[in-house]
């Protein structure tokens, strides 16, 4: 199985992700941590610890990360896509764990946890980068364990929260821009526009809906986000953008990637949070003068597959 930490702020499309990954065999889920997002943190983990207790994964350790961004105050998110409580008004249907909590950081249990691993470790990460930029600075030993780091986030040259930024990487543009930058060719970025394209509709939530407890809960958890997309993009269906990338890290080249440099804006300006995505070809980049070899971004997907695999997956389980 592949050893995986989980950094996330549930939201349904990473309600879809835990659920994915705490149940597939071939996952050894070693530690969720969350961070502040979709809503607040402390919502966000109440929300991680009902989701691994709907999966029967009350052995999952799940430790309490950061509340803000690194540098800026995090600037107001107009919508509530997800719902008042992350996942669409029903997380109080959920069992409640509120003591379940690890006593550790989110830092130090993902420090810990890799510490530990005997193996190269799959380190997913489905909301704002701050604890994964705060990992990376305080523990820079813990580098050499991470095989992979697989991150939701950024668009090519488009925007969901702002014209121009996507919602992980614009709620904390220094941290991601810390995290792009050090990475070594072990970084896959899901950006939006492979995630939208391999949007799901009624007839799979529907499928889902019909193959037992976990997916009724799952399905049951989506009215308000479904709205969001009606509202906003004529869409009958969902954007699991986050079950995309833990489908990655599950299945490495599920999706199909390029590398390419990519720079986060940083500014304060209309572009805060963008992902610049050089594609420029390799000579031309040099010509400039870029040397990066950059990320791995996911550019294309079988994505009648990747539904299926996500489908199959959180299908097969009673
Ligand atoms: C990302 O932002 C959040 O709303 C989702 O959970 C996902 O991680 C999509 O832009
Ligand atoms: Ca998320």
Redesign the pocket.
């Given at each position: 199985p592949t050893p995986m930490i989980i950094d996330t702020?549930p939201?349904v499309?990473?309600a879809f992700a835990i659920a994915l990954a705490a149940t597939s065999q071939d996952v050894d889920l070693l530690a969720v941590t969350t961070v502040f997002?979709?809503v607040d943190l402390e919502q966000t983990t109440a929300n991680a610890l009902r989701l691994l207790a709907v999966c029967g994964r009350e052995d999952v350790p799940v430790a309490v990360g950061a509340e803000r961004p690194l540098v800026h105050a995090q600037r107001h998110r107009d919508s509530t896509?997800?719902g008042d409580d992350g996942l669409s008004g029903f997380a109080h249907t959920l069992p409640d764990r509120s003591t379940g909590v690890d006593p550790r950081t989110a830092v130090r249990l993902m420090a810990d946890v890799l510490e530990a691993a005997d193996e190269p470790v799959t380190l997913v990460a489905?909301?704002p980068l701050t604890n994964v930029a705060l990992l990376l600075a305080a523990h820079p030993e813990a580098r050499a364990k991470i095989g992979r780091i697989v991150v939701?986030g950024g668009g090519l040259g488009r925007g969901?929260v702002t014209a121009a930024a996507?919602?992980?990487i614009w709620a904390d543009p220094e941290a991601a821009h810390r995290v792009l930058a050090g990475a070594s060719g072990d970084l896959t970025l899901v950006p939006?526009d492979l995630t939208h394209r391999c949007a799901v509709d009624q007839a799979w939530l529907g499928a889902l809906r019909d193959s037992g407890p976990l997916g009724r809960t799952l399905v049951g958890l989506t009215p308000a986000y479904q709205e969001t997309y009606r509202r906003s993009l004529g869409w009958d269906g969902i954007v699991v953008?986050?079950a995309v990338a833990v489908a990655e890290a599950i299945a490495p080249n599920l999706l199909r990637t390029n590398a390419f440099p990519v720079e986060v804006e940083c500014s304060l300006g209309p572009a805060r949070g963008a992902t610049v995505v050089d594609g420029r070809s390799a000579a031309v980049r040099e010509s400039h003068g870029v040397l990066a070899k950059g990320v791995h971004v996911a550019v294309d997907a079988d994505v009648d597959q990747v539904r299926a695999f996500l489908l199959d997956r959180l299908s097969t389980v009673d």
């Open positions: 702020d939201g499309d990473d997002g979709n896509a997800h489905i909301g939701m969901n996507e919602f992980n939006l953008h986050d």
